[in-house]
């Protein structure tokens, strides 16, 4: 019991290591590659790479829930989308648009309810249906996105408003606020899951469903609430970036799923549920973000970036692979 | 007695229920637009499909042995610039085999990864969607590809000609989905793909080469995408970079639509053909009777739940999940 417990803190702390070397390498090569004078480690590049780590962040908090509950969502980028053209779109309805700079509240409730319903279906479709999540939501992938064409075809949606733009760009205490909400969400779903009933009735059912059926968790419900707190999670992702951008193009979102879910693996947690950690996950979503930027920096270009992230996504699940060769997991054929 | 009839004929009608929900939107379509009946209207919803189809056909197999395959989308945009800038290196003759060559290289070492060393199927071909991406973009430099004299080639013949009348890109599909049929049901190599899929345990413990199997799964999936690729660079004679992308999850929604279950063990070709066709169709019968064109999205999700979900009904006996 002792030594597992070790394992895992060692095995949690794999994606810290791996950052610090990712620093140690760009700090050093940044020096000698870089086109800018600026050095890679200087803090305002670092604030700037928290901001931009926000908006995949606070959905890879979600995606960790509903992975460790034994599912899967590949539509949060859809939903990320329409999110968006529902918050900018809203301000300009006839209802909204004469509140003024009161319609922004307003439109914020708008898009976190449009998540949490996407998610919300998505959920019951699993639960009631008994379709596998993969489906569900590769599904649900094509059909949010196509309610987001369907909105205003392949047209930007667009709305500026400049007191939106002056709350998503403040930095109260010097942090830019993106960064704020990515931390609080941290906080609040990490006390989610290792604080309250449902994140251990999540972990439970995510480790072995039956079991959990067996000793009167009520499983639907549970698998519901996750995917209803990815999309409002999706949605206030949405919300931290495009107040700022105030611009949402169609096809915006795309692959963020892939991405989501390569730094949730990176961060350990278990495709088929049971185990996983959000703050691991963090990690995870940090040392994809370090990955991107510090090549970015040398100077390689979209390509590198994508063939080392890539490479190293297979990498780490063969090296833990080898790593639980003793495992409980190899018993299996 | 008269109940046993309506339970068997009730069976049959949910067994086959894909087949009788497209007979169902193929007559209302053609009650709603006689144009949607036309057979130039017909082959020519049937060529668009066959990028996608051929597509489908490899991951087919590789969904009965029990993995996934995400990685087709971005291999095929691979092998579509590769061909198209190796045709005015070294001329077709030369390009076409190339490219089959280095597709299926790229095959082989998904195959390697996940039979051989047994890697989570779904992250790996995650992991290869990235990485041949990256490959993609560092061999073109970024640049769309484009041949250069695009009258004096007779590349185009896969993409554009016709032969007795019917375009070549139904032909390739047709003759592909054949073979591949062939192979799958009246082979001892189709039969591991089931056991695989069905059972690995026990395939294993009855003696079947699980890897090997599974190896050869993703090399004939690399081969279906070098052959889509194959047919989209003939078709337009130049590409961007990102010509595949997206296409590795409606390849799969046509599979899953088809019947197979992506825990394995089930799907035929027949099936993914009917799959892909259904996509097609719906398509363009809701095109035709005047619908927004993105609105198909939205029937596509509907009809893949509902497809899996009649399915898994019926294997269980009640039409509600029995999960509290």
Same mark, same amino acid.
């Given at each position: 019991?002792?030594?597992?417990?070790?394992?895992?803190?060692?095995?949690e702390?794999?994606?810290?290591?791996f950052?610090v070397?990712?620093?140690?390498?760009?700090g050093?090569?940044?020096?000698?590659?870089?086109m800018?004078?600026?050095?890679?480690?200087?803090?305002?590049?670092?604030?700037?790479?928290?901001k931009?780590?926000?908006?995949?962040?606070?959905?890879a908090?979600?995606?960790?829930?509903?992975?460790?509950n034994?599912?899967?969502?590949?539509?949060?980028?859809?939903?990320?989308?329409?999110c968006?053209?529902?918050?900018?779109?809203?301000?300009?309805?006839?209802?909204l648009?004469?509140?003024?700079?009161?319609?922004?509240?307003?439109?914020?409730?708008?898009?976190?309810?449009?998540?949490?319903?996407?998610?919300l279906?998505?959920?019951?479709?699993v639960?009631?249906t008994?379709?596998?999540?993969?489906?569900?939501?590769?599904?649900?992938?094509?059909?949010?996105?196509?309610l987001?064409f369907m909105?205003?075809?392949?047209?930007?949606?667009?709305?500026?408003?400049?007191?939106?733009?002056?709350i998503?760009?403040?930095?109260p205490?010097?942090i830019?606020?993106?960064?704020?909400v990515f931390?609080?969400?941290?906080?609040?779903?990490?006390?989610?899951?290792?604080?309250t009933?449902?994140?251990?009735?999540?972990?439970a059912i995510?480790?072995?469903?039956?079991?959990a059926?067996n000793?009167?968790i009520?499983v639907?419900?549970?698998?519901?609430?996750n995917?209803?707190?990815?999309?409002f999670?999706a949605?206030?992702?949405?919300?931290?970036?495009?107040s700022?951008?105030?611009?949402?193009?169609?096809n915006?979102?795309?692959?963020y799923?892939?991405?989501?879910?390569?730094?949730?693996v990176?961060?350990?947690?278990k495709?088929?549920?049971?185990?996983?950690?959000?703050?691991?996950?963090?990690g995870?979503?940090?040392?994809i973000?370090?990955?991107?930027k510090?090549?970015?920096?040398?100077?390689?270009?979209?390509?590198?970036?994508?063939?080392?992230?890539?490479?190293?996504?297979?990498a780490?699940?063969?090296?833990?692979?080898?790593?639980n060769?003793?495992?409980e997991e190899?018993?299996?054929? | 007695m008269?109940?046993t009839?309506?339970?068997?004929?009730g069976?049959?009608?949910?067994?086959?229920?894909?087949l009788?929900?497209?007979?169902?939107?193929?007559?209302?379509?053609a009650?709603?637009?006689?144009?949607?009946?036309?057979?130039?209207n017909?082959?020519?919803?049937?060529?668009?499909s066959?990028?996608?189809g051929?597509?489908?056909?490899g991951?087919?197999?590789?969904?009965?042995?029990?993995?996934l395959?995400?990685?087709?989308?971005?291999?095929?945009?691979?092998?579509?610039?590769?061909?198209?800038?190796l045709?005015?290196?070294?001329?077709p003759e030369l390009?076409?085999p190339?490219?089959f060559?280095?597709?299926?290289?790229?095959?082989?070492?998904?195959?390697?990864?996940?039979?051989?060393?047994?890697?989570?199927?779904?992250?790996?071909t995650?992991?290869?969607?990235?990485?041949?991406?990256?490959?993609?973009?560092?061999?073109?430099?970024?640049?769309?590809?484009?041949?250069?004299?695009?009258?004096?080639?007779w590349?185009?013949? #896969?993409?554009?000609?016709e =032969?007795?009348?019917?375009?070549?890109? +139904? /032909?390739i599909?047709?003759?592909?989905? &054949? %073979?591949l049929?062939?192979?799958?049901?009246?082979?001892?190599?189709g039969?591991k793909?089931?056991?695989v899929?069905?059972n690995?345990?026990?395939?294993?413990?009855?003696?079947?080469?699980?890897?090997?199997t599974?190896?050869?799964?993703y090399?004939?999936?690399?081969?279906?995408?070098?052959?889509?690729g194959?047919?989209?660079?003939?078709?337009?004679?130049?590409s961007?970079?990102?010509?595949?992308?997206?296409l590795?999850?409606?390849?799969l929604?046509?599979?899953?639509?088809?019947g197979?279950?992506?825990?394995?063990g089930?799907?035929?070709?027949i099936k993914?053909?009917?799959?892909?066709?259904?996509?097609g169709?719906?398509?363009?019968?809701?095109?035709?009777?005047g619908l927004? #064109?993105?609105?198909?999205? =939205?029937?596509?999700?509907?009809?893949? +739940? /509902?497809a899996?979900?009649l399915?898994? &009904? %019926?294997?269980?006996?009640h039409?509600w999940?029995?999960?509290a």
């Amino acid at each position: 019991m002792q030594k597992s417990v070790l394992k895992n803190h060692a095995k949690e702390g794999a994606i810290w290591g791996f950052i610090v070397l990712e620093l140690i390498f760009f700090g050093i090569a940044g020096e000698y590659m870089s086109m800018t004078e600026t050095a890679f480690l200087a803090p305002d590049n670092m604030i700037l790479l928290l901001k931009q780590s926000a908006p995949l962040g606070i959905i890879a908090l979600g995606m960790t829930i509903v992975m460790i509950n034994g599912n899967i969502d590949l539509s949060v980028g859809a939903t990320f989308a329409l999110c968006a053209i529902v918050m900018l779109d809203s301000m300009t309805w006839p209802i909204l648009a004469p509140l003024g700079n009161w319609a922004i509240p307003f439109a914020w409730g708008l898009a976190l309810m449009t998540g949490m319903l996407m998610g919300l279906i998505n959920g019951l479709i699993v639960w009631k249906t008994g379709v596998d999540a993969f489906i569900v939501t590769l599904g649900a992938m094509l059909g949010f996105r196509g309610l987001v064409f369907m909105y205003n075809g392949e047209q930007p949606t667009f709305h500026l408003n400049w007191t939106m733009v002056d709350i998503a760009e403040s930095a109260p205490l010097g942090i830019p606020l993106p960064i704020l909400v990515f931390a609080v969400c941290i906080a609040v779903v990490w006390w989610i899951m290792n604080r309250t009933v449902h994140g251990r009735n999540a972990y439970a059912i995510g480790d072995n469903r039956e079991a959990a059926v067996n000793a009167g968790i009520k499983v639907g419900p549970h698998m519901v609430w996750n995917y209803v707190l990815i999309g409002f999670l999706a949605a206030l992702s949405s919300i931290t970036f495009y107040s700022e951008s105030g611009s949402v193009n169609p096809n915006d979102g795309m692959l963020y799923e892939l991405w989501i879910i390569t730094a949730v693996v990176l961060g350990g947690t278990k495709l088929t549920g049971g185990r996983g950690s959000i703050i691991a996950t963090v990690g995870g979503i940090l040392a994809i973000q370090l990955m991107r930027k510090g090549l970015g920096f040398i100077g390689a270009d979209t390509a590198m970036v994508n063939l080392v992230i890539g490479s190293i996504l297979i990498a780490v699940l063969y090296l833990d692979r080898q790593l639980n060769r003793k495992g409980e997991e190899e018993l299996k054929i | 007695m008269a109940d046993t009839t309506l339970k068997s004929v009730g069976g049959f009608l949910a067994r086959q229920g894909i087949l009788v929900a497209f007979a169902v939107f193929m007559i209302g379509f053609a009650l709603a637009n006689e144009r949607f009946v036309d057979i130039d209207n017909i082959l020519g919803v049937i060529r668009s499909s066959a990028i996608l189809g051929v597509m489908a056909l490899g991951v087919t197999f590789v969904v009965i042995s029990g993995n996934l395959d995400l990685s087709v989308g971005s291999m095929m945009s691979f092998s579509t610039i590769v061909v198209l800038d190796l045709h005015d290196k070294i001329g077709p003759e030369l390009a076409i085999p190339a490219m089959f060559g280095m597709t299926l290289a790229l095959g082989a070492l998904i195959g390697f990864l996940v039979g051989y060393l047994r890697l989570n199927s779904l992250i790996v071909t995650l992991g290869m969607l990235s990485a041949i991406h990256g490959l993609t973009l560092t061999y073109s430099g970024g640049k769309n590809m484009d041949i250069d004299d695009k009258q004096g080639t007779w590349f185009g013949f #896969f993409g554009q000609d016709e =032969v007795l009348g019917m375009p070549v890109p +139904i /032909l390739i599909f047709v003759l592909l989905a &054949a %073979v591949l049929t062939m192979l799958l049901a009246k082979t001892p190599f189709g039969r591991k793909v089931y056991a695989v899929g069905g059972n690995g345990v026990a395939a294993t413990f009855s003696g079947i080469p699980r890897a090997r199997t599974v190896f050869f799964c993703y090399i004939i999936s690399s081969f279906c995408v070098a052959t889509a690729g194959l047919i989209q660079a003939s078709r337009s004679l130049g590409s961007q970079n990102t010509v595949g992308q997206g296409l590795e999850l409606e390849v799969l929604a046509a599979v899953i639509l088809g019947g197979a279950s992506l825990l394995g063990g089930s799907g035929t070709v027949i099936k993914t053909v009917i799959g892909v066709l259904i996509l097609g169709f719906i398509q363009n019968g809701l095109l035709l009777i005047g619908l927004e #064109f993105y609105f198909q999205y =939205v029937v596509t999700w509907a009809i893949i +739940i /509902l497809a899996v979900w009649l399915d898994i &009904a %019926v294997k269980r006996g009640h039409l509600w999940s029995p999960i509290a």
